[in-house]
């Protein structure tokens, strides 16, 4: 689910709460949510915070944003997994440049980038702020703030720039929430997404299991994976039982099509829940 706060109100908001969010809005287009989001001004003043559960889809949401994104003539993307980035100690800007440094050999860095998108709207996308505390071994309170002044200091010099941080709900928390700052929640699934989650993978499954029969996952059980890593990883190893022999085979045609697919659709069809703003 996602769930946004904005405003005065802030000190209401508990990120961390389940109850909470279940307070809120359900919306269903976090695509055209996040198009929105961008273009308006309030985008380049503070970062959108997006929570989620541990495999809830934070980090596949910002493959598919920043891909999206970057496919368009509108703007440059550009994402910074907090896993990789080589010095966690190091400033939002460092951070930004050291991931572009690695993944281009140091052919693009980040002032070039501005220079050139200076027509377009610069999104960086900065997922996994939990990991981030992890290897700092500290809370990191003041982190979306430093990415709240990186904002500042990019729009009075080059050109604004929108932020988009994830981050695992249980940890909300310990991070400092600027004031004005919108957050989002990444949903569960619902039976009804289970259901044809469930129907649509054993179609896509069929042709490989030739005369192995598959185990059907259960749907009647109370306590059935609602996150999408997670029923992807319960259907891997129910098709490893059913046919361990096809999976390399599988696992390689798996992960080429989920791809393709998710590329395909985009983050269209996640349910959120939002606040209405002020």
Not at 159 to 170: E, F, I, L, M, N
Not at 194 to 212: K, M, N, S
Not at 247 to 264: I, N, Q, T, V, Y
């Amino acid at each position: 689910p996602v769930a946004v706060e904005d405003g005065p109100s802030l000190y209401e908001a508990r990120p961390a709460d389940e109850a909470w969010w279940r307070e809120q809005d359900l919306g269903g287009d976090i695509a055209g949510f996040l198009a929105a989001h961008l273009v308006s001004p309030q985008a380049a003043e503070r970062p959108l915070v997006v929570f989620g559960h541990p495999g809830a889809g934070k980090s596949l949401f910002t493959r598919i944003a920043a891909a999206r994104l970057s496919a368009t003539e509108a703007f440059v993307t550009v994402r910074v997994a907090l896993r990789d980035v080589p010095d966690p100690s190091a400033s939002v800007y460092r951070q930004i440049e050291e991931i572009l440094r690695e993944s281009t050999n140091g052919r693009v860095e980040w002032s070039a980038l501005a220079e050139a998108g200076q027509r377009q709207v610069r999104v960086v996308f900065i997922d996994g702020l939990d990991e981030l505390m992890q290897a700092t071994g500290t809370t990191e309170s003041r982190y979306l703030r430093n990415v709240a002044d990186f904002q500042r200091t990019e729009a009075a010099t080059t050109g604004p720039v929108a932020a988009v941080v994830t981050c695992r709900t249980v940890v909300a928390d310990l991070a400092a929430i600027p004031p004005g700052c919108l957050m989002v929640r990444l949903e569960e699934f619902s039976d009804a997404q289970i259901h044809d989650w469930v129907d649509r993978w054993t179609a896509l499954r069929r042709p490989c299991l030739g005369r192995c029969s598959l185990p059907r996952p259960a749907n009647d059980r109370p306590h059935r994976p609602r996150q999408p890593a997670v029923g992807a990883g319960r259907g891997a190893a129910r098709f490893r039982r059913a046919a361990p022999h096809q999976l390399p085979r599988w696992a390689d045609r798996h992960l080429r099509a989920a791809a393709a697919g998710e590329m395909k659709k985009g983050a269209r069809g996640r349910p959120f829940r939002f606040l209405p703003l002020a």
